[in-house]
């Protein structure tokens, strides 16, 4: 008997807020592969940070280098006493590397709640974009973060947050900018960071081949094979393909991490998410490796549902990550 095919069941106001983003990002994505940030600031409302608590989390912006907007916002629990040391979780948002920013309002209310629910400092980077800054610009970006993060010299620096124990994390291609920079900053020897683990939210990754989650889930939200197939043009070298070494990080291409020290993976993957194959192969590359990878499905998840707390999942993925962090920095 035929498997009954599965539907999407989203509110009316979901559908809408998706709808309008998922429009923003086709008016704004031009067919030379630039994009007309004008359009895209339309449909992608920022969040000012907030000295004042908002939630139970304040918030605050810091400059790293200006010439290439590079900085962060530090989000820092306030319902727990000044002499808890807190875990840190640096976060790299989404956006098929050439949209949205650290202070955009969905990325914003997502690293609140993970600072409040989990009681860690959240620093969330925002890096270049392409493709007015192409590949290696956003993990350049990331691990020149982690540097300055490593220093410990900024303002505001809160006196309880603990870089003994880091986590970092990212969603769609700030989850592809993790791991890259994970990868790097297990070649080099931090001051004060010790990186106990990472975080991949739908980690946009991808190759050649179309699987058959990309075949088979049309017309979801959020995402299309014309979509993934013009970020990874706007953000590739000319003259690359998709199974460049980045793109399909186990594929014919790709860097043999074997011998690397790579930190246990938590890695989130979505039923109705196109590219959940490549996650899935994602997953067995860590395995085959020899690393540490913790996989959790959620079979009715469609591609961002993270930034939506209305989603079932929101809350289910918050306490994964808690268990996650709290598992992982009990180990020595």
Not at 118 to 141: F, G, H, M, T
Not at 212 to 233: A, C, F, Q, R, Y
């Amino acid at each position: 008997m035929a498997e009954t095919p599965r539907t999407l069941r989203l509110s009316l106001k979901t559908r809408l807020l998706l709808a309008a983003h998922s429009f923003g990002i086709r008016a704004a994505s031009r067919s030379d592969h630039t994009v007309n940030r004008s359009v895209l600031n339309i449909f992608d409302p920022k969040a000012a940070a907030s000295a004042k608590p908002i939630n139970g989390v304040s918030s605050f912006d810091d400059t790293i280098d200006p010439t290439r907007n590079l900085w962060f916002r530090l989000y820092a629990p306030t319902s727990t006493t000044t002499t808890d040391a807190l875990p840190v979780i640096i976060f790299f948002h989404g956006g098929g590397f050439a949209f949205m920013a650290a202070n955009s309002k969905s990325f914003d209310l997502l690293c609140r709640r993970l600072a409040r629910e989990i009681n860690a400092v959240v620093i969330s980077i925002n890096y270049r974009l392409a493709p007015e800054y192409k590949y290696p610009c956003q993990y350049e970006d990331g691990f020149d973060a982690l540097n300055y993060i490593d220093d410990m010299t900024f303002e505001n620096f809160p006196a309880n947050l603990d870089l003994g124990r880091c986590f970092i994390a990212g969603d769609s291609a700030g989850g592809n900018v993790a791991h890259h920079v994970v990868l790097k900053a297990c070649e080099h020897t931090f001051s004060n960071i010790k990186i106990k683990g990472l975080i991949a939210m739908q980690p946009f990754f991808g190759g050649e081949e179309r699987t058959e989650s990309e075949i088979k889930l049309v017309g979801v939200p959020l995402i299309s094979l014309e979509g993934t197939d013009w970020m990874w043009k706007a953000f590739l070298p000319e003259g690359s393909d998709r199974n460049h070494s980045v793109v399909n990080v186990f594929g014919p291409n790709a860097v043999d991490i074997s011998g690397v020290k790579f930190p246990a993976t938590l890695l989130f993957v979505g039923g109705f998410d196109p590219l959940q194959d490549w996650q899935k192969r994602y997953h067995e590359g860590l395995k085959e490796s020899g690393k540490e990878v913790h996989l959790v499905e959620y079979p009715n998840a469609f591609r961002g549902f993270y930034c939506l707390p209305e989603s079932p999942e929101f809350s289910l993925l918050i306490g994964e990550v808690k268990s996650f962090v709290q598992k992982q920095s009990s180990l020595t």
